[in-house]
């Protein structure tokens, strides 16, 4: 699980949530075990928002292969 707002924002930028920088985002996904050549399945739990964000964040920084849960966790639990 990595959290948009708290590890995927720049914590040296001037702007809220700003775009985080590529050492910044090294740490935070290598903590977690996350590299390029990882599958990465991205959700939100109610809304799209964070999920677009977190993907177009890992895409800018040349992560290829993602995919968003479509209709985010909730959907997916009450699916089965």
């Avoid at 702007?15 to 599958?39: D, Q, T, W």
Wanted: with cysteine.
């Amino acid at each position: 699980f990595v959290d948009v707002i708290d590890e995927l924002s720049s914590k040296s930028s001037e702007h809220m949530y700003g775009l985080p920088n590529k050492e910044e985002l090294s740490v935070v996904l290598g903590a977690k075990g996350i590299n390029r050549s990882n599958e990465i399945i991205i959700y939100s739990q109610d809304s799209i928002t964070f999920a677009s964000r977190a993907c177009w964040i890992l895409r800018y920084h040349g992560f290829e292969n993602i995919k968003i849960l479509d209709g985010g966790l909730n959907a997916w639990e009450t699916e089965g």
